[in-house]
């Protein structure tokens, strides 16, 4: 979903609740006659439905995305997280109560209070934090200028530390595009993560796509494998292992191929490491030895 479509609903999700929370001390703080309790109520009613839908939506996409994550994640991003699941054991008690557990009616405003004080953090951190971000997030392309700066090793740090968090590697490093294909895709990118990706970055990145695309079109094969292996072994091993203890190893293809797949039995996931990416991997650090 599109940052701006994100940010919009997350703002929506929090009149919401702010809305239904003046609803709550309008009912308990000052008396209403009937009629006036009953539209009340039902509007209070409606906006329930609303916000929890809106937050159950904005969950599971969360979850989607954050799954997708082959790299660390940062410290906003954790604390985001954190509180997202926070609201849920709150919500569900919230409407326990309602529904179940009438007994404990009174203290439904200070829970729906805890609840918007949350929410409330939770949509600074994503929609406030994009919309006060994103008008600095500007065009770039690489000019004559910028051949001094360029290096394809910075390059492929930061494909391995920004475009790793939503991408698939093999989906990357397989992609043909022009130079102007790949800066408008890499733009694209830099807006959905603002600010997080830098001019100066989204420059190198371009570079070193752009690059390791030539070498794959000159059918350097074995040098485009290696680009792919590296990164692997960035992205992989290094969860469990330092970078240098796995480069100092020193073992055939054939023990390599039955570390790797003990690597990824241990992981417990058997989509840690796909085939294409395993044989990649294998054959780079088979040549390491």
Known sequence: MQPDVNSLLALVYLISGAIAVAIMLELKGKPKDRINVRAFVLTHRLLGYLFAAIFIFMLVNMVKKV???????STKTVIHIALAISIVPLLSL???????????????LILGAGIFTFSAVL?????????????????????????????????????????????AYERIFRSFKSEK?????????????????????????????VNQQERRKNDQADQ????????????KCTLCHDLERVTRASKTETEWSATVERMITNMGD????????????????????
């Not at 200028?145 to 910075?154: A, G, H, K, R, T």
């Not at 485009?224 to 992205?235: N, P």
């Open 123 to 167: 949509v600074m951190l994503t929609a406030g934090y994009y919309y006060l971000h994103r008008s600095d997030v500007r065009y770039t392309s690489i000019t004559a200028v910028d051949e001094s700066i360029l290096d394809d090793d910075i390059g492929r740090h930061f494909v391995f530390k920004r475009c790793g968090k939503c991408h």
């Open 224 to 235: 485009v494998a290696e680009e792919i292996g590296k990164t692997l072994l960035k992205q």
């Open 181 to 209: 294909g790949w800066s408008q895709t890499v733009n694209r990118m830099a807006q959905i993560d603002a600010p997080n990706i830098r001019p100066f970055e989204i420059k190198q990145i371009i570079n070193f796509l």
């Open 94 to 108: 919230k409407i326990a109560i309602v529904r179940k557990y009438r007994a404990f009616t009174s203290h439904l």
């Open 270 to 289: 058997p989509e840690f490491l796909n085939p294409i990416d395993k044989k990649a991997l294998v054959k780079y650090l088979s040549k390491t030895e």
């Open 67 to 73: 799954g997708a994550y082959q790299d660390e994640v």
